[in-house]
């Protein structure tokens, strides 16, 4: 019934998920991007918060810092949400989903770090923020290009030769998935790898990398 144009990147689709007009698939390059995210969004579920160690420079002196059960609750959650919401962005048949996804994972990487009560991680996770909310702008601007132009949003339709998407808009998409997944920077500034942020920190990793890999799927295959 659904049919893709079968590029390089792409190819066959091996499932298609309806929800009312929208209908998600999976393809065999969607299909691997779908399964990682899974696996780690699993890893972060499972998992245990690590303890930091620090060592007073110029003696023997140590501390470690407890994570409290509340701040990794709160962690567990934000990182089951940003996966679950990477596994929706690899799903979508719809660009604007995906831009909707897109920012949603922007929002739960910004409550992964700044669940961290540390200043110098707060402070990047403010920045980050703001990196973010302004990364939004181009996402859906590119959304809104997109249909304006082509008059859908459906990957079904945009994937065709029917549709001309304009490069502007595919180059929009780009830079707001860019902007949104920019939080490893801030993240290896904060050193929150080492923190007690770990491991739920992976999400943040995972989802940038996933989405910037799915977007350029979608802009290849428009």
């Not at 501390?63 to 934000?78: C, D, E, G, H, L």
């Not at 669940?115 to 990047?124: F, G, T, V």
């Not at 929150?192 to 989405?211: E, N, Q």
């Amino acid at each position: 019934m659904y049919e893709l144009e079968n590029i390089n990147i792409e190819g066959q689709v091996v499932t298609f998920i309806p929800f009312g007009d929208i209908v998600g698939y999976l393809t065999p390059y969607t299909a691997i991007l779908f399964i990682f995210a899974a696996v780690f969004t699993i890893i972060a579920l499972i998992s245990k918060p690590e303890k930091q160690v620090d060592i007073a420079f110029g003696g023997d002196a140590y501390y470690t810092k407890n994570v409290s059960v509340k701040q990794m609750r709160f962690q567990r959650f934000m990182a089951a949400a940003c996966g679950l919401a990477t596994m929706g962005g690899v799903l979508s048949g719809d660009v604007f989903n995906f831009t909707l996804f897109t920012a949603m994972v922007g929002i739960t990487n910004i409550g992964i770090v700044a669940s961290i009560k540390n200043r110098h991680i707060l402070d990047n996770a403010y920045e980050y923020g703001i990196l973010a909310m302004v990364g939004t702008l181009p996402l859906f601007a590119g959304a809104a290009i997109i249909v304006a132009t082509t008059g859908t949003l459906s990957m079904w339709i945009l994937f065709t030769p029917l549709v001309t998407v304009p490069l502007v808009a595919k180059l929009l998409l780009v830079i707001g998935v860019l902007a949104e997944g920019m939080a490893p920077v801030y993240v290896a500034k904060a050193e929150i790898t080492r923190a007690p942020g770990a491991p739920f920190i992976l999400m943040v990793h995972v989802s940038s990398l996933v989405l910037f890999l799915r977007v350029i799927e979608i802009v290849i295959s428009m």
